[in-house]
């Protein structure tokens, strides 16, 4: 099939591979957890401070 | 609605649809129709995702629900991330590996066309309905609002989101949902700020406010099966919930098939992952606000346009009674706030004037009650009163010009979701069902004519739906919990995919299997809040499906990516 748009598609030729570095991805995920950790946290601030 | 508010929602509406009819240039077979030939980049796929899960709904009640009931639903989406996070290195490399177009498709390589067949004729028929519902919620709010006939509302929403997801396909859809995501985010922003500024305390007084009348509660560690929104129902329950819905519901798979790359569709789950929750706590803490608001700002007793026009001439006398008991109890609760507000935290002075405010916010909250058990009774039917917090806060209240932006906005949320469903209602009827079964040598031009006319189909079922829902509101229950059934289960099929030595005809019985355990619990044998039903649907699947291939023996099975896979 044609692939309108013509993008690289690198990675998913022969199936499962992906060719990103796999130190990316888990950068990425780190990022990721300590941005919810941090939400989580604001949220326990809110509710402890303001609570009478 | 001001003349120049209606103009705003029209310069809208005619643009999502220009530019979806622009975006069909070049569209020359299923997969640039269905998958944008798997060329969108990570950040286009990732709004798209987020734009399709934030529904009118979330606009509506989510922000109605944080003024009613605080932060505690953002509970639910506890397990969101976790989930964004497995299906990266599972199903997302799985089903791009496959280079497959429908989720189900790959279950007809794993197991058999028996299995294929059934979960994507559940996701037709769940999908079909609850889209229908989704139209029906913000048009229901609309015609009570406008006063317009619900048919009306329904075309409003519902037609210009078929012509621009029928004639543009996926591409229209992604770069539609890109746009409404950014109107949607700013909208949003602009009304934290019209809060702020015209809530007459201090931001920090109208959080102890807030504080006092339990409206910031976010935990709730208990752990208990029939309490809806706790830590544990959210981070379990929740993360099975979203494991199915993200893995397995072709609406979202469709979203990251049409990424350029493997690294590309995890990356646009993993920024859903990164902003779900604080997005989540920002449309509740808007609910939170327009909450505290109204405490200085005195709100109608019914917020429900239709309801109150209903007891009013029904029942003028009770209404009166109740609205001069509102207007004493309200004004001692203001009174109150303002103590409270100016008191702050930690002081035995501020510990008095948040127990006097929560005495009079108990009195305020009881003439609620009684005068939404008065329009229930009058109206014969359930108020939903909370759906319509919002929209009276946005008409009534906010500067000319953006009432009328966050009206597109919420068209916007629904138009997004929709457009995903019918998207992916079209892709699978044409790929698991008309090229499987009826015509596998079907041409592209052919297959492109079909998919359009799929598309158009679906959206007429589901305004069809929507017309009949809006006035029927048990249906709707009735097609949620409907949906619940199998929403695990075909999360478990997925799941048993991944077990070598799974095979079949076990999965297929494991699936009914899941389905029947998930009906059981569903009425309350026993009694499990739906959160948990993902999890009991999953595992029942993946323990019968296991359990039956274990005795039936280990017969030959294709692996996942197996090269002599059938491919359709």
Same mark, same amino acid.
């Given at each position: 099939?044609?692939?309108?748009?013509?993008?690289a598609r690198?990675?998913?030729?022969g199936?499962?591979?992906?060719t990103? !570095?796999p130190?990316?991805?888990?950068?990425?995920l780190?990022r990721v957890?300590?941005?919810?950790?941090i939400?989580?946290a604001?949220?326990w601030l809110?509710?402890?401070?303001?609570s009478h | 609605m001001?003349?120049?508010n209606?103009i705003?929602?029209?310069?809208y509406?005619?643009?999502?649809v220009?530019?979806?009819?622009?975006?069909?240039r070049?569209?020359t077979?299923v997969?640039?129709?269905?998958l944008a030939?798997?060329?969108? !980049?990570?950040w286009?796929?990732?709004?798209?995702?987020?734009?399709?899960?934030?529904?009118a709904?979330?606009?509506?009640?989510t922000t109605?629900q944080?003024a009613?009931d605080?932060?505690r639903?953002?509970?639910?989406y506890?397990?969101l991330?976790?989930?964004m996070?497995?299906l990266g290195?599972t199903?997302?490399?799985l089903?791009?590996?496959?280079?497959?177009?429908?989720a189900?498709?790959y279950?007809e390589r794993r197991f058999n066309a028996?299995?294929r067949?059934l979960t994507a004729?559940?996701f037709l028929?769940s999908?079909?309905?609850?889209?229908g519902?989704?139209?029906a919620a913000?048009?229901?709010v609309?015609s009570?609002?406008?006063?317009?006939?619900?048919?009306?509302?329904?075309? /409003?929403?519902?037609?210009p989101t078929?012509?621009?997801?029928?004639?543009?396909?996926?591409q229209?859809?992604t770069w539609?949902?890109?746009?409404?995501?950014?109107?949607?985010? $700013?909208?949003?922003f602009?009304?934290?700020?019209v809060?702020?500024v015209?809530?007459?305390?201090?931001p920090a007084?109208?959080?102890?406010i807030?504080?006092a009348?339990g409206?910031l509660?976010?935990f709730?560690?208990?752990?208990?099966?029939?309490?809806?929104y706790?830590?544990?129902?959210g981070?379990?329950?929740g993360l099975f919930?979203?494991?199915?819905?993200?893995?397995?519901d072709q609406?979202?798979?469709q979203?990251?098939?049409?990424a350029?790359s493997?690294?590309e569709?995890?990356?646009?789950?993993?920024m859903s992952a990164?902003w779900?929750?604080p997005l989540?706590?920002?449309v509740?803490?808007i609910?939170v606000?327009v909450f505290?608001?109204y405490?200085?700002?005195?709100?109608p /007793?019914?917020?429900?346009p239709a309801?109150e026009?209903?007891v009013r001439?029904?029942?003028?006398?009770?209404l009166?009674a109740l609205?001069?008991k509102?207007?004493a109890?309200?004004?001692?609760r203001?009174?109150?706030a303002?103590a409270?507000?100016?008191?702050g935290?930690?002081?035995s002075?501020?510990?008095?004037?948040?127990?006097a405010f929560?005495?009079?916010?108990?009195e305020v909250?009881a003439?609620r009650?009684?005068a939404?058990e008065?329009?229930?009774?009058?109206t014969d039917e359930?108020?939903?009163?909370?759906?319509y917090?919002i929209?009276?806060f946005v008409?009534?209240?906010l500067?000319?010009?953006?009432?009328?932006?966050?009206?597109?906005?919420?068209m916007?949320?629904?138009?997004?979701s929709?457009? $995903?469903?019918?998207?992916s209602?079209s892709?699978?009827t044409?790929?698991d069902?008309?090229?499987?079964?009826y015509?596998p040598?079907?041409s592209?031009?052919?297959?492109l004519v079909?998919?359009?006319l799929?598309t158009g189909?679906?959206?007429?079922?589901a305004?069809?739906v929507a017309?009949y829902?809006a006035?029927?509101?048990s249906l709707i229950?009735?097609v949620n919990?409907f949906g619940?059934?199998?929403y695990g289960?075909?999360?478990?099929?997925?799941? /048993?995919a991944?077990?070598?030595?799974?095979?079949g005809w !076990?999965?297929?019985?494991g699936?009914l299997?899941?389905?029947s355990a998930?009906?059981?619990?569903s009425?309350?044998a026993?009694d499990?809040?739906?959160?948990?039903?993902?999890v009991?649907g999953?595992l029942?699947?993946?323990?019968v @499906?296991?359990? /039956?291939?274990?005795?039936? @023996?280990?017969?030959?099975t294709?692996l996942?990516?197996d090269?002599?896979?059938?491919?359709q």
């Amino acid at each position: 099939m044609s692939h309108p748009g013509g993008a690289a598609r690198s990675d998913d030729a022969g199936g499962h591979a992906d060719t990103a !570095p796999p130190g990316e991805f888990r950068r990425t995920l780190v990022r990721v957890m300590t941005m919810q950790v941090i939400a989580l946290a604001l949220l326990w601030l809110l509710q402890e401070w303001f609570s009478h | 609605m001001h003349p120049v508010n209606w103009i705003i929602v029209i310069v809208y509406l005619v643009y999502v649809v220009g530019d979806g009819i622009r975006r069909s240039r070049g569209t020359t077979d299923v997969e640039g129709y269905f998958l944008a030939g798997r060329s969108l !980049p990570w950040w286009a796929v990732g709004l798209s995702v987020m734009a399709t899960q934030l529904s009118a709904v979330t606009m509506i009640g989510t922000t109605g629900q944080g003024a009613t009931d605080g932060m505690r639903f953002v509970q639910f989406y506890f397990g969101l991330p976790i989930a964004m996070i497995i299906l990266g290195v599972t199903i997302v490399p799985l089903l791009r590996g496959a280079q497959v177009f429908t989720a189900y498709e790959y279950l007809e390589r794993r197991f058999n066309a028996p299995t294929r067949s059934l979960t994507a004729f559940l996701f037709l028929c769940s999908r079909g309905m609850s889209c229908g519902a989704i139209i029906a919620a913000p048009a229901v709010v609309f015609s009570a609002v406008f006063g317009w006939d619900i048919p009306y509302t329904v075309a /409003l929403i519902g037609i210009p989101t078929i012509i621009y997801t029928m004639i543009g396909g996926v591409q229209a859809v992604t770069w539609a949902d890109v746009k409404q995501m950014v109107l949607i985010v $700013a909208a949003l922003f602009a009304i934290v700020i019209v809060l702020l500024v015209r809530i007459p305390v201090s931001p920090a007084g109208a959080l102890h406010i807030a504080g006092a009348a339990g409206r910031l509660k976010t935990f709730d560690f208990s752990f208990n099966l029939t309490e809806t929104y706790t830590f544990w129902s959210g981070i379990l329950g929740g993360l099975f919930l979203m494991l199915s819905y993200f893995g397995t519901d072709q609406s979202q798979v469709q979203r990251y098939l049409s990424a350029r790359s493997v690294s590309e569709a995890r990356t646009s789950l993993l920024m859903s992952a990164y902003w779900k929750i604080p997005l989540q706590a920002l449309v509740l803490l808007i609910g939170v606000l327009v909450f505290v608001f109204y405490i200085f700002q005195r709100p109608p /007793l019914l917020y429900n346009p239709a309801h109150e026009s209903a007891v009013r001439a029904a029942a003028p006398s009770e209404l009166v009674a109740l609205e001069t008991k509102y207007e004493a109890a309200w004004s001692q609760r203001e009174a109150a706030a303002r103590a409270l507000a100016a008191a702050g935290r930690g002081s035995s002075v501020a510990q008095t004037a948040a127990a006097a405010f929560r005495s009079r916010e108990a009195e305020v909250s009881a003439v609620r009650s009684d005068a939404l058990e008065l329009a229930g009774t009058v109206t014969d039917e359930s108020s939903r009163d909370v759906n319509y917090i919002i929209p009276q806060f946005v008409l009534s209240q906010l500067p000319l010009g953006m009432a009328g932006i966050f009206i597109a906005a919420i068209m916007a949320a629904a138009m997004s979701s929709i457009a $995903a469903e019918l998207n992916s209602l079209s892709t699978s009827t044409v790929v698991d069902f008309y090229r499987r079964w009826y015509r596998p040598d079907a041409s592209q031009a052919g297959l492109l004519v079909v998919s359009r006319l799929a598309t158009g189909f679906w959206g007429i079922v589901a305004c069809v739906v929507a017309t009949y829902a809006a006035t029927l509101g048990s249906l709707i229950e009735v097609v949620n919990r409907f949906g619940s059934f199998f929403y695990g289960s075909i999360l478990g099929v997925f799941l /048993l995919a991944m077990v070598p030595f799974a095979r079949g005809w !076990p999965a297929f019985i494991g699936l009914l299997a899941g389905m029947s355990a998930v009906a059981a619990v569903s009425f309350g044998a026993p009694d499990v809040s739906f959160l948990w039903h993902n999890v009991i649907g999953a595992l029942t699947v993946l323990l019968v @499906g296991m359990l /039956l291939s274990a005795l039936t @023996g280990r017969g030959s099975t294709l692996l996942p990516g197996d090269a002599s896979a059938r491919t359709q």
